[in-house]
């Protein structure tokens, strides 16, 4: 947990889910100049004069240091080779704030929860609190979801309470919002659980959901939201995003990931893309 501004944020939680290694990238460089027998590694020698097996191609991907990657990388600049080696990071409890910093990165492969089809809990909130529940029972509902990278209780009421307020405004606007926000085989609930505030939540949230309910309603939320998502980033498009992201000038809710992403990558790929100090 981190204080910024004077509010107190968590910290995302990365795990690195899969990586190529670099051998392939040595292999791609080696074949540019016809150079395998300079190798220091064994199995990327063999492959002057055959092809690889797949017992070969285990070893390639398993090498842990390339001097040729390292010339490549800090004396030529010749960073299109490392395009070869790809990581993948499955990232939890960043905000939609970074999210829009992360779009700015155009090679990357990125996968995210979206709103559109996981906003059923904090509608079925809301729905409930119409009966009888009021504004009180929606925060207290939506505040044990630990949806926001804020953590002062104060001000995410602040901020759920915000979110009640706009989904009133809206009910009273739209002649159809239930059937907006829920499901059509759930709309019995409302009327034969009147008045009954937590039965009517209980029941919603154990039928169907409703297909598609955040395009109604995700303008109630704020980059203050959790995400969680998937990226996928070549070894080139991994060093400009942390060179960039662990920096004083970046957003400090995306430095706080690029930091925990560099913990979780192994050395041998921080060796090409990190300058040694």
């Known amino acids: 947990m981190e204080e910024m501004y004077g509010i107190k944020y968590a910290k995302p939680e990365v795990v690195l889910l899969q990586e190529t290694g670099i051998g392939v990238a040595e292999t791609a460089a080696r074949t540019c ?3 395998f027998s300079n190798s220091e590694n064994d199995v990327v020698k063999e492959l002057e004069t055959i092809l690889p097996s797949a017992q070969m191609c285990e070893s390639l991907n398993n090498i842990e240091e390339s001097q040729l990657l390292d010339d490549l990388a800090w004396t030529y600049f ?6 070869h080696a790809n990581l993948s990071y499955l990232i ?5 704030g970074v999210l829009q910093e992360h779009a700015r990165h ?9 709103t559109r089809y996981t906003m059923s809990s904090l509608i079925n909130a809301f729905v409930a609190s119409k009966q009888g529940g009021g504004k009180e029972f929606f925060i207290e509902k939506v505040l044990a979801f630990d949806m926001f990278v804020t953590v002062d209780e104060a001000y995410n009421r602040l901020e759920i309470g915000g979110m009640h307020e706009k989904l009133d405004f809206q009910s009273k606007q739209v002649e159809n919002f239930y059937e907006l926000a829920v499901a059509k085989s759930s709309l019995g609930f409302l009327k034969a659980l009147q ?10 949230q154990a039928g169907k959901k ?3 309910v955040g395009d109604a309603f995700k303008h109630i939320i704020t980059d203050n939201v959790k995400v969680d998502m998937v990226v996928t980033f070549n070894l080139r498009s991994l060093k400009n995003y942390l060179t960039l992201r662990d920096s004083g000038a970046a ?3 995306i430095r706080w990931l690029a930091q ?3 913990k979780v990558t192994p050395q041998k790929y921080l060796d090409l893309i990190i300058k040694k100090k």
């Open 33 to 35: 100049y016809d150079s």
């Open 210 to 212: 409703k297909r598609n």
């Open 260 to 262: 925990e992403m560099m």
């Open 92 to 96: 939890r409890g960043t905000s939609r």
């Open 195 to 204: 008045n009954k505030p937590q039965e009517l939540y209980d029941a919603l």
């Open 78 to 83: 010749h960073h299109s080779i490392l395009e």
């Open 251 to 253: 957003y400090f809710q």
């Open 106 to 114: 155009r090679i990357q492969a990125i996968s995210v929860r979206s």
